[in-house]
T-cell receptor
Framework: SQQGEEDPQALSIQEGENATMNCSYK?????LQWYRQNSGRGLVHLIL?????REKHSGRLRVTLDTSKKSSSLLITASRAADTASYFC?????????????FGSGTQLTVLP | SAVISQKPSRDICQRGTSLTIQCQVD?????MFWYRQQPGQSLTLIAT?????????ESGFVIDKFPISRPNLTFSTLTVSNMSPEDSSIYLC???????????FGAGSRLTVL
């Protein structure tokens, strides 16, 4: 079953603006990850934040995690047309000896030139 | 990070036939997973491919419909058996490299069943 729900489902912005996507989840997690998927392609890992971290940066990406609210946000600053893609959060939980990822519903981001 | 080559990238199949999707990793991965993604939707885990033993299937997925092989640490196949139009979807394989908590994905196989 889906762990994460993301909003908005779709987001359209102008190049240069910031884009914020949110993810909520239901159960305790080890870490939360964000992936990007360009149309017709596989997913590419962007950033991972551990359950004991509150904020993490990577280039133009900023991720926050609030475990009390079971939510995370991904901020892309100074967006570019090349950022157009679907973005998925994924939560990692332990199941037996294996760690699995459960993906959220995704946000379709369109950056207009 | 590992690179996963997945094929076919797309196929159109007739109802009742079977299709095998292959994934080759350029380095060893500890775990491999198969996902299904309906167009515009999220990913649903089908099964974990275990090396040298039977795959571990998620609820709603069975071995007879989705047999999986993983003969070594760098190769896995997923077969979609006795296909129906409801099986039309994108199938993605992924792998976790040793010491990493993230997944590397193949480019996906877009399957259309007529």
């Amino acid at each position: 079953s889906q762990q994460g729900e993301e909003d908005p489902q779709a987001l359209s912005i102008q190049e240069g603006e910031n884009a914020t996507m949110n993810c909520s989840y239901k159960t305790s997690i080890n870490n939360l990850q964000w992936y990007r998927q360009n149309s017709g392609r596989g997913l590419v890992h962007l950033i991972l934040i551990r359950s004991n971290e509150r904020e993490k940066h990577s280039g133009r990406l900023r991720v926050t995690l609030d475990t009390s609210k079971k939510s995370s946000s991904l901020l892309i600053t100074a967006s570019r047309a090349a950022d157009t893609a679907s973005y998925f959060c994924a939560t990692a939980t332990s199941r037996g000896s294996a760690r699995q990822l459960t993906f959220g519903s995704g946000t379709q981001l369109t950056v207009l030139p | 990070s590992a690179v996963i080559s997945q094929k076919p990238s797309r196929d159109i199949c007739q109802r009742g036939t079977s299709l095998t999707i292959q994934c080759q990793v350029d380095s060893q991965v500890t775990m491999m997973f198969w996902y299904r993604q309906q167009p515009g939707q999220s990913l649903t885990l089908i099964a974990t491919a275990n090396q040298g033993s039977e795959a571990t299937y998620e609820s709603g997925f069975v071995i007879d419909k989705f047999p999986i092989s993983r003969p070594n640490l760098t190769f896995s196949t997923l077969t979609v058996s006795n296909m129906s139009p409801e099986d039309s979807s994108i199938y993605l394989c992924s792998g976790r490299v040793p010491g990493a908590n993230v997944l590397t994905f193949g480019a996906g196989s877009r399957l259309t069943v007529l």
